[in-house]
């Protein structure tokens, strides 16, 4: 137990030191939209719902939601991206200064905004519809302006840090980094202290030297098998083939394992060309040494394959893909295994056995194979593999997942730290955001409290000074949070306060009070007020579990609050319309909302005061002084 303590607080001292560091994310940006639909009857036309939209949600997609989750674990993001002079680079505009990214991408009027479009009924994606490839190329124009992008974008890192900035390149085949742009990557890459690439074609990056590189399973295949060349002689051992006509963009994640009735166990359950029972693969990733074979519900071996000639085609519902007995290659995924070979190999396996050659092909020190619910194989120079694993979820809920991976490798590594522990962190990050529908973001506090860290120990205390208070905003605003503030008196704390400020809380991610002073509250409310002194007032609200700040302010209005904060939404108690809250045109300026919620009945701090100056001038009974209470 003390040991697993020791080891969470060497994780969480990592996740401190990575604070501020500075990082350059360049690539293909895009929006994600999500449309939350109900249906409850089928359209006459077709057998098909009839959906009604509830809500939408647009987010950050892409090299942005890199950005987005750089900036939500504590660094400090930078994103050169091209983006067009559209609805939905307006879109992207507005996410990405929600989550306080620095917004250097570049505009392309004639260029549209990647966008995928998710549609869903119960939380279950129905449809996706996406927009945008790689046929927007940039123009001659678009390139130079993205190129002086990226020099100044450095430059202003780096004079900002006064370190060398780290670089994150997300190449998703879109077309944002076409040949010039690569080629002043690779030429520009010692202004880099750190760099980080995942892309569907890491062909694409020879010469770049990259830190770490975090490809899919399908991309790792696809690159070893563009290198592998010929095919083998049957039974040479594993074998990742690369297909005549290889598509641009081939599936996001692959799984290959044992086909239904393939053969190829020796008697002794031990898989030729896989690592031995003694300090092996096998033995360091437990149940992959044995996967289950998700058709048939047999455990690859002898036992379950025995006497079975017959080969399987990949299915949607199969957890594994099927390969032929003889090598041939799988229907679409341009992966051949040689079955006799790889019978029981599950792609953890496959991945570890071929981690070298990753590295000696991207040129990385470091290379991370993602593996969707299977987590991750990791490897560096000392040949080490490491493993790490990942709860199933729905699919709706792991999208960005990735993205949240690469930000937290790419800063562990940035802040030196051993591999082991940026691997362990990056998969924590992926892990912990998987928990609802929609793109995932892990931020800093949520690492931290799933190592029990003292988040309170980073300064964000309840009872901030008007000074730190724009210094504390300006954090969350980078951690992606959307700001709800408002103000009052808040004299007598009662019921209907709390109610309120739970219902402000409910509007975004994090609530500042302002407070007025004992002065303030006198020349508003009279000289009978305050009843309780602004010390007494403070501390009860910064008790409350739905107020993140508190602040005091000597002024009668909060506008000069309202200015530093320059919250996402502003609220006010009342039964009036926004328009009547005297701050809301100053709110509206600044890009904020403003709301106003109601009071429970009956409940009002004027109200209790009444109560009890009546109560305390009703005659009371004498008591007998040697009278005991019942």
């Not at 360091?284 to 040494?289: L, N, P, V």
């Not at 070979?341 to 991207?362: P, Q, Y």
């Not at 103000?487 to 994090?510: P, S």
């Not at 502003?570 to 909302?593: C, F, I, S, T, W």
Request: hydrophobic share 40%; aromatic share 2%.
């Amino acid at each position: 137990m003390a040991g697993g303590a020791a080891e969470q607080r060497r994780l969480a001292a990592v996740v401190e030191g990575w604070l501020g560091r500075p990082v350059l994310v360049v690539g293909d940006a895009m929006l994600d939209e999500w449309r939350f639909a109900e249906s409850d009857r089928l359209c006459r036309e077709a057998p098909a719902p009839v959906l009604t939209l509830r809500r939408r949600i647009s987010a950050a997609g892409g090299a942005a939601n890199t950005a987005v989750n750089v900036a939500a674990l504590g660094g400090r993001a930078v994103l050169v991206a091209p983006v067009g002079a559209d609805v939905a680079g307006d879109e992207l505009h507005d996410c990405l200064d929600r989550a306080g990214v620095w917004d250097r991408t570049v505009n392309q009027p004639a260029r549209p905004t990647p966008v995928k479009r998710r549609m869903l009924a119960g939380n279950q994606i129905l449809l996706r519809e996406d927009s945008g490839d790689a046929d927007d190329a940039l123009d001659a124009d678009g390139v130079g302006r993205l190129l002086t992008a990226l020099d100044c974008a450095t430059e202003e890192l780096r004079a900002a840090g006064g370190e060398a900035p780290t670089l994150v390149v997300c190449d998703y085949g879109l077309g944002a980094l076409p040949a010039p742009v690569r080629a002043w990557l690779v030429t520009h890459r010692e202004r880099y202290a750190t760099v980080a690439l995942d892309a569907h074609d890491l062909a694409d990056w020879r010469g770049l030297a990259p830190t770490v590189v975090t490809p899919s399973f399908a991309e790792a295949t696809r690159l070893l098998a563009r290198a592998a060349g010929a095919r083998p002689a049957p039974g040479a051992g594993l074998h990742l083939d690369h297909p005549d006509g290889d598509p641009a963009d081939g599936p996001s994640e692959l799984t290959v394992g044992v086909a239904p009735g393939g053969a190829g166990a020796h008697q002794d359950g031990h898989r030729p060309g896989a690592p031995g029972p003694t300090g092996g693969a096998a033995e360091r990733t437990g149940d992959a040494a044995a996967p289950t074979d998700d058709t048939t519900g047999r455990t690859g071996g002898t036992a379950g394959l025995a006497g079975l000639g017959a080969t399987g085609e990949p299915t949607a519902g199969e957890g594994r893909v099927a390969m032929t007995g003889d090598g041939l290659t799988v229907t679409g995924t341009g992966v051949t295994v040689n079955a006799t070979a790889g019978a029981g190999v599950d792609r953890a396996v496959l991945a570890e056995s071929r981690l070298a050659e990753l590295r000696a092909h991207t040129g990385a020190d470091v290379v991370a194979v993602t593996l969707d619910t299977d987590g991750a194989v990791v490897g560096g120079a000392d040949g080490e593999p490491r493993r790490s694993h990942s709860t199933p979820v729905p699919a709706s809920h792991a999208v960005g997942a990735g993205d949240a991976y690469l930000a937290a490798m790419t800063l562990a590594l940035a802040a030196d730290a051993p591999l082991p522990t940026a691997a362990q962190l990056a998969q924590l990050a992926a892990t912990i955001t998987v928990s609802d529908t929609g793109t995932c973001v892990c931020r800093r506090e949520d690492l931290l409290v799933a190592l029990d860290a003292p988040v309170d120990g980073t300064g964000h205390r309840a009872l901030v000074g008007t000074d730190e208070l724009a210094a504390l905003v300006a954090e969350h605003r980078r951690a992606g949070r959307a700001i709800v503030f408002t103000n009052g008196c808040f004299d007598v704390l009662h019921r209907g306060h709390v109610r309120y400020l739970e219902q402000a809380r409910a509007l975004g991610d994090l609530l500042v009070v302002a407070v007025n002073s004992d002065g303030s509250v006198r020349r508003l409310k009279g000289p009978d007020r305050p009843v309780n002194p602004v010390e007494d007032r403070i501390a009860l609200l910064a008790a409350l579990a739905c107020v993140d700040h508190v602040v005091v302010f000597e002024e009668d209005s909060p506008a000069g609050l309202i200015e530093t904060v320059r919250p996402d939404v502003y609220v006010k108690g009342g039964d009036y319309p926004p328009e009547m809250v005297p701050e809301a045109p100053l709110v509206r300026r600044l890009g904020g909302q403003v709301r106003t919620l109601g009071y429970v009945p009956d409940r009002s701090t004027s109200a209790i005061i009444d109560r009890i100056r009546a109560h305390g001038q009703e005659p009371q009974e004498d008591i007998p002084l040697t009278s005991k209470p019942s």
